[in-house]
């Protein structure tokens, strides 16, 4: 006899360690953890967010995008039994045995105001709205900070030097957590400063590009609109046999 | 206490599965398994898609959409009481403003952005967000944003790819707007300093989307959504627009008039004049005035339909939805969701989060546990989503993972089998940088995925300007519907976000200088609703706006205590 298949059904079931929160039941393997300093058994296989989801916290601080992108859940953690501080981003760490560990959801930072229209990439640009970036003392700390693994040292050294296309591509996977500025001894935010950095390069460094410009031109003098007044009243069958028409660009 | 064993990132007993793939892969060199015929789809479709399998909508009981399919979910949010008693809110106004934005995506951002550039005094916006400024899925997007601005396109065959994209039912003169400020928004974009990826001769590198005829997709790398997001996010931080974050919208204010009378003389019917916001940390409430209010609060993948795992940012539960309902904004396109195929399936710290299409159409493949290609690789989205279910829980080919999910293999070291050694590491850093933190070398072994639950195609339903069918309330972006109709293709989410986040700033900016004064604000609406609620027989068991989705163990919930 043929039992039906509750597909969807399954798929919920399955799905609920990261939907509704894990059962106990489901967990085979545990580890301990200590969420500022109070110790918790948590499933093994969870993040540190899950983690401490698991163990009764809901964020409103400290989680955003849970897949590696805002930079809201910076963390700093130790290992049991070492002196060693470490960084992570909750949502994109797995939980070890023995993590003591605690968050840094917000960096009191300051980002200068900036009109980049009336800049331009003038190398001085840096020092005028960071001239703490003088105070590097090429510790290094930041870069080893980072939960990206980018040379955050070396941007800002590229940034002293004015070098806007340095500081754009190795930046360029920031995520703005904030970790390396909470850990500069010479207080330096260099996340701003990279931002600042790619905004100049991007606008003046990458020529504006010229089919992009035509297209606006066109559309400003009206080009295409005989096409938007036709779409707006044919039928729903022209419509069809107008998208049926479309002959695909070669690769 | 025993901990996981892992061999290259995946559990032992995985290990022998992704064997029987690697092994597999030098004879599937040159083999790719046919595409599905109409009825094969067709099948496939109404016995495993989530949008047709049977259960999970139901129509909405009242309101102006009364009778319109919704997912469960999303009726169970319209179908709630509200979060506060209107009769015990005092509306002494705390904040008084020209225009109201609520989300910080790219959205509301670039509302704000323009709303200022259109003459309205930053002193006279006011953006407020659940959580941090950015906070959003725009800053998740990784393929691209569609423009047709080279010369063997136009914004006319970009309109026809969204159209038919959304099976002809997405809103013509909406979706026109679109298409035509693409080639737009492109240029403000560059103009503010956004790096996209460009040839050496200076040209964009443009790209192919899913169900478009012409290559338009604009990236930058694989960060797309996160570079828009930072740069506009800078612009709009110099500009010191005042901010409120960790400030939800509860309810919308209205100058509703009471009786009947006053709407037979003409009168409007209401008028959306502000918000009641609710800080999440200390619990109190503000009122705030407004000429015009923008809801920018994104989709409502947190709403987890069907009890899917999400690709969706944590704040993305459907608020700005309820709240416009409530205040009589039409909504259409409800009834669908879309899923995407590959979401992460492992490991448990990624499960649902997207892995783009594009690994597929560069070579990778979907393969079962015994390291059989058994689909086509680029079936449309919602064909192959079906198919890795199917292959999961029919034919029970999957792989279950120590949570209990079970997914097929997306066979990425065939990328660079067939493009040469390097292609992985150069095309998809992002990518390799997330399997690497778990110790997975996805350009050496396969990664596990399954569908996620990626996109609110349906939502508020507005006009080219942003406007909605109350007067004083624009939306833009996710929580709109009509520009995509039924399906949104690839790369037009991030380009309706800022399109939309520019006019809805731009048309509010004109909408307020025509408002000379405005009444006292009132939660009457609210009142109504809630009476239509007892009427239709609504049981006090929910409430929404849910704000965040909770994922707190069950262990401890059952223990916990409230006493402080």
Known sequence: MEKKLDVIGEIKKASKSVTTGIDEKDIEYWVEIYIMGKGYKVPAALTVMQAMEYAGYRFTRACGCRAGFCGACSTIYRMKGEYKLLTCMACQTRVEDGMFLVQIPFAPADKPSYDLDKESADPSIFLKYFPEIARCVSCNTCTKACPQDLEVMDYIQSALRGDFKAVAEESFDCIQCGLCAMRCPAEIVHYNVAQLGRRVYGKFLNPPEKSVEARVKEIEEGKFNKDRDNFLKVSEKEMRKLYAERVREAD | MAELKLVGGYPEYMRKSIEAVNNTREERRNYTPPSMTAEQRTEILSKYHPDFVPGGKRKIKIGQNKGDMAPSEVTDLLEAYPLIDPKKIKLNVDYETDILIIGSGLAGLSAAILANDCGIPKEKILLATKLRVGDSNSMMAEGGTQAA?????????????????????????????????????????????????????????????????????????????????????????????????????IELLTDMCEDDAHKSKGSKENKVTGAVLWNMETQEYKIV????????????????????????????????????????????????????????????????????????????????????????????????????????????????????????????????????????????????????????????????????????????????????????????????????????????????????????????????????????????????????????????????????????????????????
């Not at chain 2, 660079?416 to 072994?445: H, L, T, W």
Request: hydrophobic share 35%; with cysteine.
């Open chain 2, 149 to 249: 601005d080279r010369p063997n396109d136009n914004p006319a065959i970009h309109f026809l790819d969204a159209y038919g994209g959304g099976h002809f039912t997405n809103k013509r003169d909406v979706l026109w707007g679109l298409v035509e400020d693409a080639p737009l928004v492109i240029k403000w974009l560059e103009n503010l300093g956004t790096m996209f990826d460009k040839n050496p001769d200076g040209y964009f590198e443009e790209k192919w989307g899913g169900g478009t005829c012409r290559k338009r997709m604009h990236a930058c790398r694989d960060y797309t959504g996160l570079e828009e997001l930072r740069v506009v996010r800078d612009e709009f931080r110099s500009r010191e627009i005042p901010t409120l974050e960790f400030y939800s919208a």
């Open chain 2, 289 to 564: 005035r407004a000429k015009a209010t923008i809801i920018a609060t994104g989709g409502f993948g947190r709403l987890h339909i069907r009890g899917f795992a999400t690709t969706n940012h944590y704040g993305a539960t459907g608020d700005g939805l309820v709240l416009a309902y409530r205040a009589g904004a039409k909504l259409r396109d409800t009834d669908t969701v879309q899923y995407h195929p590959t979401g992460a399936a492992y490991p448990q710290q990624i499960v649902g989060l997207l892995l783009t299409e594009k690994l597929r159409s560069t070579g990778a493949q979907p393969i079962n546990k015994t390291g059989e290609a058994f689909v086509f690789p680029l079936e449309p989205r919602d064909i192959e989503a079906s198919s890795f279910i199917r292959e999961c829980y029919e034919r029970d080919n999957g792989i279950t993972t120590p949570t209990g999910m079970r997914g097929v293999w997306l066979d990425t070291p065939r990328i660079d089998q067939i493009n040469g050694k390097g292609y992985i590491a150069k095309s998809f850093p992002g990518m390799v940088r997330m399997f690497e933190r778990f110790g997975i070398d996805m350009i050496k072994d396969p990664v596990l995925v399954s569908p996620t639950l990626h996109y609110q195609n349906g939502g508020i339903e507005t006009d080219p300007k942003g406007k909605t069918n109350i007067e004083g309330l624009f939306v833009a972006g996710e929580v709109s519907g009509g520009v995509h109709g039924k399906n949104r293709l690839m790369g037009n989410s991030t380009l309706d976000c800022i399109v939309y986040g520019r006019r809805s700033g731009i048309y509010a900016a004109e909408y307020v200088n025509k408002v000379a004064k405005l009444n006292t604000p009132t939660l009457k609406h609210i009142e109504k609703y809630i009476k239509m609620l007892k009427d239709a027989k609504i049981k006090e068991e929910r409430k929404s706006p849910i704000l965040l989705p909770d994922y707190r163990g069950k262990a401890t919930l059952a223990r916990m205590v409230d006493i402080f």
